[in-house]
């Protein structure tokens, strides 16, 4: 089967790259760019793990090829950290203990930052409603609310 070229920014990072056409974005993220923040959990758009932000907007990553994201900027859990600063929302994360295996929380994150940019003072209800679908197995889904709960305030002040 015929590569085909893409050429996308992955965290602020140009990259240029010959994939398969069938190859699946998370899958390119990972083996082709070695971005392993994406992780691959069901492969069929139930689990979430494998969200990241593809022009600014939640996308799960299993459900793209590779080759349809020609030229968009990606971003991944990992990229939101600037200068070495966490996240609003990582920090959140953090204090408010939203993650315990971790495997959700990457795709979670970019899920939150999609929800707080559409509605930046959102209520629980909203918040659940806008992570309805990332699955996580481990915390019960509490913290993780409270922990984007907490985010808002300080990413409405900075201004992202
Ligand atoms: S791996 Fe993409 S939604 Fe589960
Ligand atoms: S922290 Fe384990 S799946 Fe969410």
């Known amino acids: 089967m015929h590569h085909r070229k893409i050429s996308l920014t992955i965290d602020g990072r140009r990259v240029v ?3 398969e056409p069938r190859m699946l ?6 083996e082709v760019f070695g971005v392993t923040g994406p992780h691959i959990g069901c492969e069929t758009g139930r689990c979430g793990a494998c969200t990241v932000l593809v022009d600014g907007q939640a996308m799960k990553s299993c ?3 590779a080759v349809q994201v020609c030229d968009v900027e990606i971003t991944t859990a990992a990229g939101l950290a600037q200068d070495g ?3 609003p929302l990582q920090q959140a994360f953090h204090e408010r203990h939203a993650l315990q295996c971790g495997f959700c929380t990457p795709g979670m994150l970019c899920a939150a930052v999609d929800l707080l940019a559409e509605t930046p003072r959102p209520t629980e209800t909203e918040i659940r409603a ?4 990332n699955l996580c197995r481990c915390t019960g889904y509490q913290h993780i609310v409270e922990a984007v709960a907490q985010a808002a305030p300080a990413m409405a002040l900075q201004g992202i």
């Open 25 to 30: 974005l998370v899958q390119a993220l990972r």
């Open 17 to 19: 790259s010959e994939v």
């Open 63 to 65: 459900m793209m090829l």
């Open 85 to 87: 600063v966490l996240h």
């Open 130 to 133: 806008g992570l309805r679908g």
